[in-house]
Structures are given as C-alpha cells and as structure tokens.
C-alpha cells in the first residue's frame, strides 16, 4: 500500500467531510466569493495558517478576475500546482564524497526523534550501508534505552555514554568510531528541547561544533524533527533552530493521525527549508520520502 | 505579531470617539483582526467562528465605557469570553472518597504523558499522600524504563511488569498492589496512541472500565494546532475525559489549543506543564491564558510577581527620587536588584507583550553582575553625581569592578539615558512604554 492509500486509510470523518466541501466547493459553478472562503477555511483547518492560507486564496481571486482560471477544475489545478511547486521535492540521500554520512536529528520534546532515527536507520541498513547511533539525547529518563532498542530492530550500532554526560562527546565518540570502523552512516540522536530555552539552543550549538570539529563538513544533513500535529508555532521551532544551528530539511511525523501539517507549506514559503522525510506509523518501515504531489493531494482529497 | 491587540483595534475604530455605541460595522472590522489573532494563536476554525459571531451579538449596541478606548472595550468583551470558555476558575483533582484514586492519563504519543504522571505524583507526595505509578505503556521502546527511572528520582514506587504485557491487566495488578500496600494515589501511565486507531481505543475502554479511574485526564500539547479539536473530541467521545492537562507551556506557543479543547468538550483544564524538571506543574488560570491566547503576555503573572518583590513603600519612595529627579546610581541597584529578584530576566520578558516575539532576545544575566560591581566601585559622591566621573575615575571603577573602561562607559551612557527618559516620564511627554495594563 503506497504512502497515499495509507493516509486514506486513516482518514477520519473530519476529513472525509471537509473533503466532500472541497470536491463540491467549485463543481459545476463559477468561482465566487463564497467559494474561496471555504477553500481559505479548508487551508487553515489544515495548519497552514491564516496568512499563509489568505495569501493563496488572494492570488486565485486575482488570477480569476483576470480570467485566468474559469471554473472548479482549474481552481483546483491551480492551486495544488501551486503548492506542490512551493514545496518541492528534495532527498536527504546527498552522501557526501567522504564517509561518514553525518546526520543531527533535533526538535522540540515529543515529536518522535528517537523513533525517526529507528526507521531511518533501518532504511539505510536494509540498503546494505553500515549504520552507527549517537545516542545524544543524555537528559531524558531512559531515552538511550529507548535507542538501544530501536537500533538493535534497525541492525544498527550504537555509540552511548551515561546519562547525564555530555551529548557533544557523545557525538564526537560517535564519528571517530564510524571512522574507524569505517561505518557509511552516522545518525546523531539528540536531547528533546524547546526552541525558547537559550541554555539549550546553546547546548545543540555546541554539538553542531564538535561535530564539524570530528569531521569537516559534517554534519550533511540538519534534520528538524516537526510533529504534523503542531500548529503555527512549528513555524518558530523551525526559525529558531535554523538560526542556532542551520536546517538542512524538515522530517515531518505522526502524519497517519488526522493532523495534515500544513505548517510546513509555511515553513518552506518563510524559510525555504523542504520536507525531506515524513513518518506515517509506528512501525519501522514506516517513513517515507517526501512527495509534495501526493502531500499535497492528501492536503485535500479523501 | 499582535504586539497589543487592543492598539490594532484602536486603529480601526478611531472614528469611534469618546462615549457612544458601539455599531455593527465598527464591531465587523474589530471581529475581523480578532478572528486572525485567534487563527494565528490555533484556536480551531470552527471554534472562532462560534465565538466571533457570539462576540458580535455580545458587543453590538454595547456602551463604551469612558476609561476605555473602543478597542480597549472589545478586547476586554472578547477576553472575558474567552476566560468563561475556559472555565472562568481553577479546577482541581477530585478525590475519591474510597481511596485508592485512580487517574489515568491518556493522549497522542509524545504529549507529555510520562513526565506528566511523575509530576503529578511528586505533588501528591508533597502534599502527603502515597501515590503509586502504574507503567501501563507496554508499547514504546524504553516506556517502562522511562516511568522506573523517574519514580527512583522522585522516590515513588513504580508498578510495571513486562514489555507488550496486556495494559488491562498491568492496571488491575497495580490496582490490587495499591490496596495492598495501603496507596492511596494510582496514576496509570497509558501509551500513547491515536484517537483513530480502534484497537487502542477499546483498550483504553477496557482499562477504564476494570479501573473506574476518578479522574481521566487527556494530555496534550500547548503546541497542538487545528487537529485539538477532533483529538479531544475523540478521546472524550470514546473514553469520556475529566479534564485536560495541556504540556510544554513553557514553550511560546499561543496555546489557542486550550480554547478549542474547552470548547469542544466543555471539560476544564486542570494542569499545565512548564518544563522539565519534575515540579514544573501549576495551576491553570483561564485568564492568563486567555492573555497569552491574545498575544497580550501573561500580565496577570508578571504583576504576580512583581508585587510578591516591591512593596508599596519602596515604590513611593523611588517615585519620590523620580519627581526629585535623584535618582542615583544606588537607586539603579536597588531596581536591578529587585528585578532580579522576579527570576529569570528571559523569562519576565516572556511575558510582557511583544517581548516574547522579539527576534533574538538574548539577555546575559552576567551582565548585571557587571553592573552592580561597577557601581560597588564608585564612590558614594560618584553614585549621586554622575557627571564628576571623570577619565581617571572611571579608570579606577574598571580596575576596582575587574571591567574594562567600556564597560564603565557603556553604563554611564545607559544611566544617562535612563534618567532622560524619567524626567520625560515626569513630565509626561508621551512616553512610548509597553502598554500593560490593556484594561485600565
């Protein structure tokens, strides 16, 4: 079952519904008024918020009154092309020339770092490359346990030190040990932290150092971990961290809920910062590339 | 963003002057930034749909009150709303009068749940009461070890069996230890799931239902935005919910959530969590939140605060100094020291209006160790006449505070400006100060 079936199939009656008010919204009508405001009400029920949401409903008008676009159809075109160009495809699987590929996850509390590690990881070692975890996340309660685990499930390795040490050494151990084991991949796991907490945008800064420090160029990917549930305020997290240690992509998860994360549409628009990943369940193959067409179409179909 | 809600109305109903009514296009124009801030603060759609058009009703025809501007009054007609919603007061944990009390907490993963339940439990310890903590998470990787660790910190028992064991049984096992042993708190810990996935959901039902918890509490996140709605809809529905306790508040996060969660299932908000550490759990004020929802800081909290440090006389006092226009370097100390006091000075800031958005606020708070060093090396006669430190003075304060000249300058300059802006304040030509006290 592809990405697109699996989001179907979850779908609640919330969305059936709003998806029923878009496929009637233009059929079979000139675009109106009344008709764009819905289509505005089904954007900001998706999170991508109220300005990002008036904005786009702003430009169809425009491009109605010209003459543009004349009916259901085309609005619908329309606006999915636009999205789906805003968006973009992007891989995360830019291997450096160099190995180790050096990868940071971070992200507020909660939004299923350690997990996204898990699937990823698997993903890299079921495509035959040898995979090493820093378990980096020293602070919350049984959070390398919680590692351990998914990297043995991803036939991965594991580099650990005790709770409480330093995540920056954790992280430098990690890298020196891909060296010389000559690991393909270092996946670097780290401590949930919310993006108004300055001691802990400074600790990530730190890590972000050290990491450059144990191999230049590195880290290659900066993955920002965003929950699809979150409202605006992921548009924060997102400029927050990309200010302190530099985004490379947004890893979007817990998209098999009937959150739809368009805040993400305003994290790209804003910062230019694409989805590279999104997770879909909690199994362990459950993570996907990520394809603006099929997120997009799942933003408003059924 | 909405640096004070009440200025942006005020602008769009400046044609509104002094006594009169409010009408229906001046309120349309209000309603229409209103729903913004709410959108932009994640209240559910639907939610500010209901409650722009009861706004409407509530304010058409209404008498504007003179002390208030007519943004001002909408503000305050859509900020009592909002507090109402929200249960206009406190709500707390009922207690059964059977003990144990049961309270299950339930929520999408990654909410809160675990350091939740390790909160709650440190306050029942603290108020003296045995609580135990129930490891019903079988699920995640780690969950058991997660709640074990925290209940060896907190030094509470933990009831846990093994990984992928039946939920239901791990409750009623604890439920019997609890009896046994004389518990009389139990907080289930239940993995976190989806409010669509049906399996869980039935699990959940059965815990509840060989459990009769007192309380089922739904954990969310302050973050969550429009899909609160079916969240706690869902959870309500399906298991029934007493309250909500709403995470990572500490965080800047509008929290509009809480409004859509209130709406939608009419139950309380009972907690909410500010942070890591195991006592990070207070009260829930529905007018701070409302406040905070609105973009108008946590006032209430800061005022709070600020009473708890600066007594009555003290102000009178450094009002005097203010109309005598002596205030001295000593009298910088005592303020600074007073506001230091309040805590934090990242987290005051968070919470008047307009600071908590301002971009890249970074206050060193050893900063003010420097300043107060410095005007420990002046002299008494240097600290009420500013205007004698002279080049080889200020050489003496640097070396005398361990600073460097710069930073010997950069104060005086500071001070300076300081007391320009007090004889201004004096003689009232309109400062630009943050407006705090929007009702006033």
Redesign the interface.
Known sequence: MGFFDRLKD?L?K?RKSLVGRVEDLFTGRRIDAEGLQELE?VL????V???AASSITNNLKEKAKRGEIQDALDVKTAIKDKMSMLLGNSSILNFPEEKPFVIMALG?????KTTTIGKLARRFSNNGLKVIIAAADT?????I??L???AKRADAQIVKHQAGSDPAAVAYDAIASAKARSADVVIIDTAGR?????NLMEEIKKVKKVVEKAMPGAPHEVLLVV?A??????L?QAQMFN?AVGITGIALT?L?????GG?VVAIKDTLGLPVKLIGIG?GIDDLRDFDSREFVEALFEG | MFEALSEKLDSILKKLKGRGLLKEEDVAGALKEI??AL????V??KVVKDFTENIRQRAVGKDILESLTPGQQVVKIVYDELCSLMGGGQSRIQLSANPPTVIMLIG?????K?TTAAKLAKGFKKDGRRPLLVAADTQ????I??????GN?LDIPVYATQEKDDPVKVCEGALQKARLEGRDIVILDTAGR???DDALMAELERVKEKTSPKEVLLVA?A??????V??SQ?FNQRIGIDGVILT?M?????G??ALSMAAVTGKPIKFIGVG?KLDLLEPFYPDRMASRILGMGDILSLVEKAQENINAEQAMTLQKKINEESFGFDDLKEQIKHLRKMGPL?GIL?MIPGMNRLK?L?IDEREFVKVEAIIDSMTRHERKNYAIINGSRRRRIAQGSGTTVTDVNRLIKQYVGMKKMLKQFKQGKGLKLPKLFPFR
């Open positions: 979850g609640s919330t009400e900001i029920m998706a999170d918020g109220p300005k507020v509390n909660g939004v299923g602070f919350r309660a049984a959070a346990e919680q351990e685990i998914w919310l993006h108004t907490k300055t929950d549930t979150t409202g605006q305020n992921a924060r200010e817990k098999d809920g009937t959150a739809k805040i909690e | 729903r913004m959108l932009e603060a994640d559910n759609f999408l993963q990654g909410s809160g675990t995640r990787p780690a969950a070890e997660q709640l074990k660790t925290l910190q989806l409010h669509i996140d973050m969550t935005g429009q899909d609160a079916n969240i869902s990572k500490d965080g800047d996060a509008r509009g959530a890591e990242e968070s890249g970074d």
